[in-house]
């Protein structure tokens, strides 16, 4: 089984910048992708971004473009989700989660299927 643990959220002004990280423990070798999910008070979750375990393509969603960068490090078998000039409107709780099938597509956030506990990502204005 795989398991998610992410950490790095907190609160910080409206420009400032927040690293996330998903430390990855369990049958890391049955992963295929990994995205980063975010749930806004009152909407759906959405993956703003995902990357191929293996390296590869990655994914995000047009509103982080320039400004959040998801990478990984197989060594420490971390994700990492760097944002940067964040705004009130990326207030929200970040998952981390995975997708143990090799799929065309990345983004799809049904494919998830082991997920870690969330970190709340609070933006100030």
């Known amino acids: 089984q795989v398991q998610l643990v992410e950490s790095g959220g907190g609160l910080v002004q409206a420009g400032g910048s927040l690293r996330l990280s998903c430390a990855v423990s369990?049958?890391?070798?049955?992963?295929?992708?990994m995205g980063w999910i975010r749930q806004a008070p009152g909407n759906e979750r959405e993956v703003v971004e995902a990357?191929?375990?293996?390296?590869?393509?990655?994914y995000y969603r047009d509103y982080v473009k320039g400004r959040f960068t998801i990478s990984r490090d197989n060594a420490k078998n971390t994700v990492y989700l760097q944002m940067n000039n964040l705004t009130p409107e990326d207030t929200a709780v970040y998952y981390c989660a995975a997708d143990r099938e090799f799929r065309l597509y990345i983004s799809i956030i049904r494919n998830y299927d082991i997920w870690g506990q969330g970190t709340q990502v609070t933006v100030s204005s």
């Open positions: 990357i191929r375990w293996s390296g590869g393509n990655t």
């Open positions: 369990g049958r890391t070798v049955s992963i295929s992708s």
